[in-house]
């Protein structure tokens, strides 16, 4: 990221900006300062990871007529010089399996077997059709037994990783319930899920049924197979009533936790703040802050970050510039996360120029401002009425490609129009959907909305 | 992704949307114009909007103006001249609300 124009700095000279030598975006634009980095550690199965470097090669199989994918397979097999092992055979039935119905692929499955006495299939062949069956149309297990049945017949009974598989193919085939059926027919046969699996499932599941539902799903665990929730299902579950804005039960899973004895890390505490923050409450943030002291919790760079974008947001921009001073001292280095923060909460007071001085004070420490930070300037400028130093950031913007976010294109084209400069407020208007900044429509409904009011505000008398 | 406020947006009030980018058949006047017998009213602002622009039509002493040529005062009420800040409400008049 390069550097903010010094014309942009000195609140009083609007001499024109000098180009940045390099600005390349590369933060995904989120207001969110909260970036977990830990939560449930993906478990990748060796034979998934092989999946996703696939689609780098072009797929052999151009049909999903059978006759011809054997026919592809037997090319294959006789141009190639060396023998091809497992991965191979995989990685083309995998192929296959991406276009094709599931009685074809085992049909392939068995032909290759036929004509490749070479190929000896492992687990990891089946679980490419497991977990092709579990993508299957209909809403039923049915596919997935077939599998799971042919699986045994030839001496493979499913272990954890085969119900890891279907777990997290039938989630992600938005099958939540099926995977619920699943997993207990599966914990019943020898094949228990893994904690990986069950937090998985239990995400899933928060994400698309009710508390209860979960809680249910949870209890029967417990009760029925004695797989208890961890630390980490209760941060999942801490994440998702406080995403439902229910801080009272989030309270409750605390307490929940403290009596099956497990001492809340600062993921916990992290989650409970950021719920916190969305809503709002400042107070409450801060008394979580407390508390993890309280418990000998040391906070860490996304505590510090959520609790300034909090105070930020709900207006204590001074208090949240006194943890900026904390947190150094704590030995964290503040991130373009924690400025941004300070510079959003700083714009909503109305202090751009102050803002501006942030930007400033955070390129001396060295911290590179990104996308968002630009957003939130941008915005910030435009509403202060400052919109030459806008347009003046909006070129910088604009000459390194960024993207406006939703909020600053609507400020800008509203700040043009008040200004009667509609052409301009056109050119920006290009620029969104020429970057794909915002959808058309977004962009569209924005322009129409904004003229519309200046026609009225024009009848009034009220704009030029 | 959508932005959580558009998205919200969409899901009050899917008609607008639907208004915006479903394609509608379109008066001769405007098939003419557009060269095309469908066309979303979005995609009818995109057409003349880019047709402007594309023959430099604005007043190059106030660009907020648009200077009309013959095909665009056809289907703009047959104006001279027109605003920019119209040109939205203007195209809206070739998208009546009731289609059906």
């Not at chain 2, 703009?76 to 195209?91: D, F, S, W, Y």
Request: proline share 5%.
């Amino acid at each position: 990221m390069g550097k903010i124009p010094p014309s942009l700095r000195s609140s009083v000279s609007t001499s024109l900006i000098k180009k940045p030598s390099s600005l390349v975006p590369n933060e995904s634009p989120s207001h969110r300062p909260h970036h977990f980095p830990k939560k449930t550690t993906k478990k990748i199965p060796p034979q998934l990871s092989e999946k996703t470097r696939e689609p780098t090669f072009r797929n052999p199989f151009t049909s999903a007529n059978l006759s011809d994918a054997k026919k592809v397979f037997n090319s294959i097999v006789t141009t190639t010089k060396v023998p091809l092992d497992l991965r191979v055979h995989n990685a083309l039935l995998q192929s296959y399996a991406s276009i094709s119905t599931l009685n074809d692929s085992i049909s392939l499955f068995n032909h290759m077997i036929k004509t490749h006495p070479t190929f000896s299939p492992d687990r990891s062949t089946y679980h490419v059709l497991l977990s092709q069956s579990c993508k299957a149309p209909d809403q039923t297990l049915k596919p997935v037994h077939q599998v799971l049945n042919f699986m045994l017949t030839n001496g493979f009974s499913p272990n954890k990783v085969t119900t890891d598989i279907a777990v997290r193919s039938l989630c992600s085939s938005n099958n939540v319930g099926l995977a619920v059926e699943l997993i207990k027919e599966m914990s019943l046969k020898n094949a228990a899920p893994d904690s990986y699996t069950y937090n998985f499932l239990v995400k899933c599941l928060c994400k698309s049924s009710a508390v209860s539902t979960v809680y249910d799903f949870i209890e029967e665990f417990k009760t029925s197979f004695g797989l208890k929730p961890d630390i980490i299902t209760y941060t999942i579950l801490i994440d998702n009533v406080t995403n439902r804005e229910n801080l009272r039960e989030a309270t409750r899973l605390v307490d929940v936790l403290a009596k099956e004895g497990i001492r809340p890390d600062c993921y916990i505490y992290n989650t409970i703040m950021k719920g916190c923050c969305t809503l709002n409450l400042g107070n409450e943030a801060l008394e979580v802050l407390k508390k993890m002291k309280e418990n000998g919790v040391e906070p860490d760079l996304v505590t510090y970050n959520t609790l300034i974008f909090g105070l930020s947001k709900c207006g204590r921009v001074v208090e949240a510039k006194k943890y900026l001073g904390v947190m150094v001292e704590m030995g964290h280095f503040p991130d373009a996360v924690t400025y941004t923060s300070l510079m959003n909460g700083l714009c909503r007071k109305g202090d751009v120029l102050g803002a501006l001085g942030l930007l400033e004070e955070m390129q001396e420490k060295g911290c590179e401002p990104n996308v968002c930070t630009y957003n939130t300037l941008l915005h910030g400028l435009c509403k202060a009425k400052l919109l030459e130093k806008g347009l003046d950031l909006y070129g910088v913007m604009k000459e390194c490609g960024m993207k406006l976010d939703t909020a600053s294109y609507a400020t800008l084209v509203r700040a043009l129009c008040r200004e009667g400069r509609v052409a301009d407020a056109y050119e920006v208007f290009d620029y969104a959907v020429e970057s794909k900044s915002v959808t058309d429509v977004a962009a569209y409904t924005t322009l129409e909305g904004t003229l519309k009011w200046l026609k009225k505000a024009r009848e009034h008398g009220l704009a030029t | 992704m959508l932005p959580p406020r558009l998205k919200k947006a969409i899901t009050d009030n899917p008609k607008k949307l639907a208004n915006l980018i479903d394609l509608v058949n379109l008066p001769s006047t405007l098939r003419e114009f557009v060269g095309q017998s469908q066309i979303s009213h979005l995609g009818c602002f995109m057409r003349v909007w880019s047709y402007i622009k594309d023959n430099n039509l604005q007043d190059p002493n106030n660009k907020n103006v648009v200077k009309c040529d013959e095909k665009l005062k056809g289907i703009l009420l047959g104006k001279p001249q027109v605003e920019l800040c119209e040109l939205p409400a203007l195209i809206k008049l070739h998208f009546p609300k009731e289609q059906k």
